[in-house]
Nanobody, 121 residues
Framework: QVQLVESGGGLVQAGGSLRLSCAAS????????MGWFRQAPGKEREFVAR????????YYADSVKGRFTISRDNGKNTVYLQMTSLKPEDTAVYYC??????????????WGQGTQVTVSS
C-alpha cells in the first residue's frame, strides 16, 4: 500500500504557473504508475495526466496537453505536475493517484487528499 500527500496548490492569475508535488510513502514507489486527477465544484473528477513507473511513458487529457507536464523522481518518491498557461477552467482540487497497474482515465487504486488550485481571471 502507498500513502500520498499533495502540496503546491494555491491561487494564481490566469496565464501563470504552478508546480504540484505528491510525496509517496513506502519503498516500492518506483513500481507504481502515478497520475493526477482533478475535480471542479459541481463536476465529476476527471483524469489529467499519468506517468509510467520509469517516467518514460506519459499520457495527458486533451484539455491540458501542451500546458501541463507530469514527471517523477523515484529517488525522492515524488511525482510532479508542472502547470503552465493556467486558465480559470483549471480551477479544481487536484488529486494524486497511484496504481500498480496502468492508471486509466477513470480508475486508480490509491488517492491523496487533494490540493486546491484556483486560477483567477
Amino acid at each position: 500500500q502507498v500513502q500520498l500527500v499533495e502540496s503546491g496548490g494555491g491561487l494564481v492569475q490566469a496565464g501563470g504557473s504552478l508546480r504540484l508535488s505528491c510525496a509517496a510513502s513506502g519503498r516500492t514507489f518506483s513500481r507504481y504508475d502515478m497520475g493526477w486527477f482533478r475535480q471542479a465544484p459541481g463536476k465529476e473528477r476527471e483524469f489529467v495526466a499519468r506517468t509510467s513507473w520509469s517516467g518514460s511513458s506519459t499520457y495527458y487529457a486533451d484539455s491540458v496537453k501542451g500546458r501541463f507536464t507530469i514527471s517523477r523522481d523515484n529517488g525522492k518518491n515524488t511525482v510532479y505536475l508542472q502547470m503552465t498557461s493556467l486558465k480559470p477552467e483549471d480551477t479544481a482540487v487536484y488529486y494524486c493517484a497511484a496504481d500498480l497497474r496502468i492508471i486509466t482515465t477513470s480508475h486508480a487504486d490509491y488517492w491523496g487528499q487533494g490540493t486546491q488550485v484556483t486560477v483567477s481571471s
